[in-house]
């Protein structure tokens, strides 16, 4: 096989590798080589090693030649690892084109696969060029073809390309991609989520948080026009309930998501995704969807029930903690652990009370309605948490006599202050024919 290589392929890698031997021994060598930053800029200084290893994987056969192929990868791949004169050499070659060409060959063969996605995968960060290079050469056909590998061989890939990115850093286009169609429009998420664990630790790990926070970013851009499959957002809700269980909410983070820790960021962008997944109408205009069943089984899954009890984990929002400190009443709440995350529950409320009778029933019945209505105010922590709390209060008014007559009563009994009522355009007034405080619409 090696004596049918041209010379003008060959030479340039035996000279790098200082070798005269086996081909396999050369690729190997250079494998090791192009590990550091010193030893791959060595390598791009000879310009005639990249061209090389493209040529190389064209004459190649596979499968006949898989073992080599595959070595040929790895040394393509970790070349344009941060090279840029690699990376840009490349797509000066056609890189893209013979790395589409080889997948073709081994679509089915997770390990070839892996290596070829990886190559990408370094060739298309920081550099929209290349990006886009890519993309004409994998758009849509072929990364489609990728996101059908629903086998485990298939997920494998995804998840072995995730761990080998710089995890927070890393934004591949087509990696989105396929999480959006194995994840969001498919129902590979609680089986790649599962790839991503950490068997000598249970707890979560970085790139558990950095899926989520992808299948979070794609849930929000696509909000009109998909629905997480029945499945995910079951599975989501139990991440959910498994980090408020590890957390001990004895710390916090003052950064928004992601903070850095796992447990944290999990907890926030399962969140998120609740958040987004309840958005829209009430339960019967969703049930002409698949999203209507997403949130009907969330709710009778014990949502509401347990975003309430989050919300009375917490200390009060930071205007009525002010207020509480000049009276000898003190909190005994909890810290948020992230900066948005009392902000994120109440929008999660929000959104399900949305023209949903049950909800708002539910959370008078759970006596959460004064807790509701002290989220109408300012927070350092939780940006837009006044208009959120609004948002809520208005829903869980919205066409509820029961409800209205709870908040009516307490505004009269001074149990609450809520001055706010008058932007959501109600007003309390004495009911002539009962005696009794109403909430009306304000006219005024």
Same mark, same amino acid.
């Given at each position: 096989?090696?004596?049918?290589?041209?010379?003008? $392929?060959?030479?340039?890698l035996?000279?790098?590798?200082?070798?005269?031997?086996?081909?396999?021994?050369?690729?190997?060598?250079?494998?090791?080589?192009?590990?550091?930053?010193?030893?791959r800029?060595?390598?791009?200084?000879?310009?005639d090693?990249?061209?090389?290893?493209?040529?190389?994987?064209?004459?190649?056969?596979? #499968?006949?030649?898989?073992?080599?192929?595959?070595?040929?990868?790895?040394?393509?791949?970790?070349?344009?690892?941060?090279?840029?004169?690699?990376?840009?050499?490349? *797509?000066?070659?056609?890189?893209?084109? *013979?790395?589409?060409?080889?997948?073709?060959?081994?679509?089915?063969?997770?390990?070839?696969?892996?290596?070829?996605?990886?190559?990408?995968?370094?060739v298309?960060?920081?550099?929209e060029?290349?990006?886009?290079?890519v993309?004409?050469?994998?758009?849509?056909?072929?990364?489609?073809?990728?996101? !059908?590998?629903?086998?485990?061989?298939?997920?494998n890939?995804?998840? %072995?390309?995730m761990?080998?990115?710089?995890?927070?850093?890393?934004?591949?286009?087509?990696?989105?991609?396929?999480v959006?169609?194995?994840?969001?429009?498919?129902?590979?998420f609680?089986?790649?989520? &599962?790839?991503?664990?950490n068997? !000598?630790?249970?707890?979560?790990?970085?790139?558990?948080?950095?899926?989520?926070?992808?299948?979070?970013?794609? *849930?929000?851009?696509?909000?009109? %026009?998909?629905?997480?499959?029945?499945?995910?957002?079951?599975?989501?809700?139990?991440?959910?309930?498994?980090?408020?269980?590890?957390?001990?909410?004895?710390?916090? %983070?003052?950064?928004e998501?992601?903070?850095g820790?796992?447990?944290?960021?999990?907890?926030?962008?399962?969140?998120v995704?609740?958040?987004?997944?309840?958005a829209?109408?009430?339960?019967?205009?969703?049930?002409?969807d698949?999203?209507? =069943?997403?949130?009907?089984?969330?709710?009778?899954? =014990?949502?509401?029930e347990?975003?309430?009890?989050?919300?009375?984990?917490?200390e009060?929002?930071?205007?009525?903690?002010?207020?509480l !400190?000049?009276?000898?009443? &003190?909190?005994?709440?909890?810290?948020?652990?992230?900066?948005?995350?009392r902000r994120?529950?109440?929008?999660?409320?929000?959104?399900?009370?949305?023209?949903? !009778?049950e909800?708002?029933?539910?959370?008078?019945?759970?006596?959460g309605?004064?807790?509701?209505?002290?989220?109408? $105010?300012?927070?350092?922590?939780?940006?837009?948490?006044?208009?959120? =709390?609004?948002?809520?209060?208005?829903?869980?008014?919205?066409g509820?006599?029961?409800?209205?007559? $709870? $908040?009516?009563?307490?505004e009269?009994?001074g149990?609450?202050?809520?001055?706010q009522?008058?932007?959501?355009?109600?007003?309390? %007034?004495i009911? #002539?024919?009962?005696?009794? #405080?109403?909430?009306?619409?304000?006219?005024?």
């Open positions: 096989m090696e004596a049918s290589i041209p010379e003008q $392929v060959i030479q340039p035996l000279l790098a590798s200082d070798s005269s031997h086996s081909l396999d021994e050369c690729l190997q060598f250079l494998i090791e080589a192009s590990k550091t930053d010193s030893g800029s060595d390598l791009a200084s000879k310009a090693i990249l061209p090389s290893i493209l040529a190389l994987l064209q004459l190649l056969p596979y #499968p006949s030649s898989r073992h080599h192929l595959n070595l040929s990868l790895k040394v393509l791949r970790n070349l344009c690892a941060g090279e840029t004169r690699n990376q840009e050499a490349f *797509v000066d070659h056609n890189g893209s084109l *013979v790395i589409s060409e080889l997948l073709d060959s081994a679509i089915g063969d997770a390990e070839t696969v892996r290596f070829g996605l990886q190559v990408l995968a370094n298309v960060v920081m550099g060029n290349r990006q886009r290079d993309w004409l050469r994998f758009f849509p056909e072929r990364f489609l073809a990728i996101a !059908k590998l629903s086998s485990d061989d298939g997920l890939i995804i998840a %072995e390309t761990r080998a990115g710089e995890i927070g850093s890393v934004e591949y286009y087509w990696l989105k991609l396929l959006s169609r194995l994840c969001v429009e498919g129902d590979c609680p089986g790649l989520f &599962s790839k991503l664990a068997h !000598k630790d249970s707890t979560f790990t970085s790139e558990h948080a950095f899926l989520l926070s992808m299948v979070s970013d794609i *849930v929000n851009e696509r909000l009109k %026009e998909v629905s997480i499959p029945k499945d995910t957002a079951h599975f989501v809700l139990g991440l959910l309930s498994q980090s408020v269980q590890v957390f001990d909410f004895a710390s916090a %983070e003052t950064s998501l992601p903070t820790s796992a447990v944290i960021d999990v907890m926030g962008y399962s969140l995704v609740i958040r987004d997944a309840c829209g109408g009430s339960i019967e205009e969703l049930k002409n698949s999203g209507g =069943g997403n949130v009907d089984m969330l709710l009778s899954s =014990g949502l509401i347990l975003l309430l009890d989050l919300l009375r984990k917490l009060p929002p930071t205007t009525i903690k002010k207020a !400190k000049q009276s000898p009443t &003190s909190s005994s709440g909890k810290p948020c652990p992230y900066r948005g995350f994120d529950i109440v929008a999660a409320i929000g959104n399900c009370s949305y023209r949903r !009778k909800v708002q029933d539910e959370i008078r019945e759970r006596d309605l004064f807790l509701m209505l002290q989220q109408c $105010v300012t927070d350092d922590e939780n940006p837009f948490l006044r208009e959120w =709390g609004l948002w809520c209060v208005r829903n869980l008014l919205e509820n006599e029961e409800n209205q007559k $709870v $908040v009516a009563e307490l009269m009994q149990s609450v202050d809520v001055p009522l008058r932007e959501i355009g109600l007003r309390v %007034e009911d #002539p024919l009962t005696s009794r #405080p109403k909430l009306v619409n304000d006219t005024t």
